[in-house]
């Protein structure tokens, strides 16, 4: 085999390993961030059913509270701390 074959078969042979490795390196790397986006999602699904929860847990205490006392609002009462003065008073 000739100087000029033996190069070209190196030379072939060291890009085709550098295409392998670049092509799994990337696809690792797709895949981690794929799995990053897995955990950021079972976050967000974590931190709504959190807030669902204490919503559902502030509406029930209202509720209970409402049993207990009567609460009136401030906006139905016209007239309500609208008192006129007199200029003599």
């Known amino acids: 085999m000739s100087r000029a074959s033996k190069l070209t078969l190196a030379a072939t042979g ?3 390993a550098g295409i392998i490795y ?5 696809q690792e790397n797709d895949r981690k961030a794929m799995h990053r986006g897995v955990e950021r999602d079972m ?12 919503f559902e847990l502030q509406k ?4 209970e509270y409402l049993k207990l006392q009567t609460v009136h609002s401030t906006t139905e009462t ?3 701390g609208t008192q006129k003065t007199s200029p003599g008073s």
């Open 14 to 16: 060291l890009g085709t």
């Open 22 to 26: 670049f092509v799994h390196w990337t």
């Open 43 to 54: 976050e967000k699904q974590r931190i709504r059913q959190e807030r669902q929860a204490e």
């Open 60 to 63: 029930r205490l209202e509720e």
């Open 78 to 80: 016209p007239g309500v």
